[in-house]
């Protein structure tokens, strides 16, 4: 049972295709898996074991019949509890939409549905996907499967542990500041973040249904997964136009160069000198550049000549206060809740550290924001990408930490986080080298690359061009084959 709870959704697709498994093994092994784990590690939040063990039973019958429903034919999959689900609790941990049940799907879970997925549950998160850690006024907290008093991140943790753990073989997130990102590197799965507008956000909340559709700019849908072939595969799937969103342009996928790994032009970073990551991590970063060399690839520690990581997170900022403002719902809990935000960054850990993360000093342009603030912020971000798209344009892909930290005992919302002695700010241990990418949309893929002392997984970004998903992941797939740090949690075998 537990062979087919870790093996990789693609492989899963196949094996059911040949009939070697039944679609009702691989469910009932996975539903299994949940009953016996999920209870200390609270990912799943919502579970519809009844309709996904009758949809496996269609699944068999159609099979039996040569009738195949997509790639994804009976395999079994998860969805973070922010994108609505037909038929099924959408919650995103936000107490007003304890008993919402969609009509409609999000237009990346139909097409999931499409290609033939069974849907086991929803995955926990961050109570309206506003924080590092996945915790919320509905649902337990998250815990990460390589140790319990850990954080799975945020703010897709319960997506980022159930695949960790074996409960589920995919799961999607979304990530506007690194909610698939820093998940993905704290529970060593893979995950990523695609191109800004990319995917359709149809169906995502936030927005609160009801609300305008003000997140146009640097959120993304992504995905997790035990291997790069299943984020491929998921990718592929969920990618491209959407009549809900004619934001989204009709680009076509790319097609990888097929550039050998020797041929490959690799930047690498092991850390901003604004913000330090942990010596731990600053080590993993630079063997694997080491490992990387020995093997031929032509890999040069660099830096974008322009790349001013203070005024960057400010833009981000400025970005992140005007396409939330009217995203989120204006009532006295969400807005204490926001209050209590902005008082911790703003009080709390290293005092040079904070001039980056003190999001206090937004409040003028929250409480009140003009069109010419938005237009202005929108001006920089261009200039911003632009300057990204020419600093990367020689190079292959980049690669850099995903945080400043690995996984941190849990705590209070927002509150500091010792590294190496020294106190950071939440944001800016979590979001500093994650934020940057989502204000510039250039696709970024997470791959495990180590363990901390303590047995916690490293993960590490892969940075790409814009609008070359495909062959982002076809260059972390050489680089993973060498450095082929992927394990899986002990204890859930």
């Given amino acids: 049972m537990s062979s087919l709870t870790f093996t990789p959704a693609h492989k899963l697709a196949q094996m059911i295709r040949d009939r070697t498994v039944s679609v009702v093994e691989v469910i009932n092994a996975h539903l299994h898996q949940i009953a016996k784990h999920n209870s200390k590690l609270n990912a799943v939040c919502t579970l519809d074991a009844d309709n996904a063990l009758v949809r496996a039973k269609l699944a068999d019958e159609a ?90 991140g945020g703010s897709s943790g319960g997506s980022a542990a159930a695949v960790a753990a074996g409960l589920s073989s995919l799961d999607l997130g979304n990530d506007i500041a690194g909610s698939v990102r820093q998940p993905a590197h704290f529970c060593g799965v893979y995950g990523l973040k695609p191109t800004d507008r990319r995917i359709s956000t149809a169906g995502q909340i936030p927005e609160v249904p009801g609300m305008p559709i003000c997140l146009r700019q640097m959120i993304t849908v992504g995905c997790f997964g035990r291997s790069l072939e299943d984020i491929r595969l998921c990718f592929s799937l969920i990618a491209g136009a959407d009549i809900r969103r004619p934001d989204v342009p009709p680009i076509p996928l790319d097609t990888p160069s097929g550039k050998s790994l020797q041929n490959l032009k690799i930047a690498w970073s092991d850390e901003w000198a604004e913000v330090p990551v942990a010596s731990e991590i600053g080590s993993a970063m630079a063997a694997i550049a080491q490992t990387l060399s020995q093997v031929g690839v032509q890999i040069e520690h660099w830096f974008p000549k322009k790349f001013e990581l203070s005024q960057i997170l400010n833009l981000y900022g400025r970005m992140a206060a005007y396409i939330n403002i009217y995203a989120q719902p204006i009532d006295q809990y969400n807005v204490r809740r926001s209050l209590q935000q902005i008082f911790r960054t703003a009080t709390q850990g290293d005092k040079e550290l904070r001039k980056m993360g003190d999001f206090s000093r937004l409040l003028p342009e929250l409480l009140n924001p003009s069109l010419k603030g938005y237009f202005e912020a929108l001006t920089e971000r261009d200039r911003f990408i632009a300057e990204m798209d020419e600093a990367l344009e020689p190079w292959d892909a980049w690669l850099t930490p995903v945080a400043a930290t690995s996984a941190f005992t849990h705590r209070n919302a927002w509150s500091a986080i010792d590294i190496d002695g020294r106190s950071y700010p939440h944001a800016v241990a979590n979001g500093a080298y994650t934020m940057p990418f989502n204000l510039s949309g250039h696709p970024v893929v997470v791959i495990p690359i180590g363990q901390t002392q303590n047995g916690l997984p490293i993960g590490m970004q892969i940075v790409g061009k814009r609008w070359c998903e495909m062959e982002l992941l076809a260059i972390a797939d050489k680089l993973d084959r060498v450095i082929n740090a992927f394990r899986n949690p002990p204890g859930y075998d």
């Fill in 63 to 152: 099979l039996s019949k040569k009738e195949n429903w997509g790639v994804l034919h009976g395999v079994p999959i998860t969805i973070k509890d922010i994108f609505e689900t037909e038929g099924l609790l959408t919650t995103a941990g936000y107490i007003p939409l304890k008993d919402y049940v969609p009509q409609q799907d999000a237009s990346v879970v139909a097409r999931l549905r499409k290609a033939g997925a069974i849907i086991l549950g929803k995955t926990n998160m961050a109570e309206l996907a506003g924080d590092y850690q996945s915790t919320n006024s509905l649902f337990p907290r998250v815990n990460n499967p390589w140790n319990l008093d850990y954080t799975a």
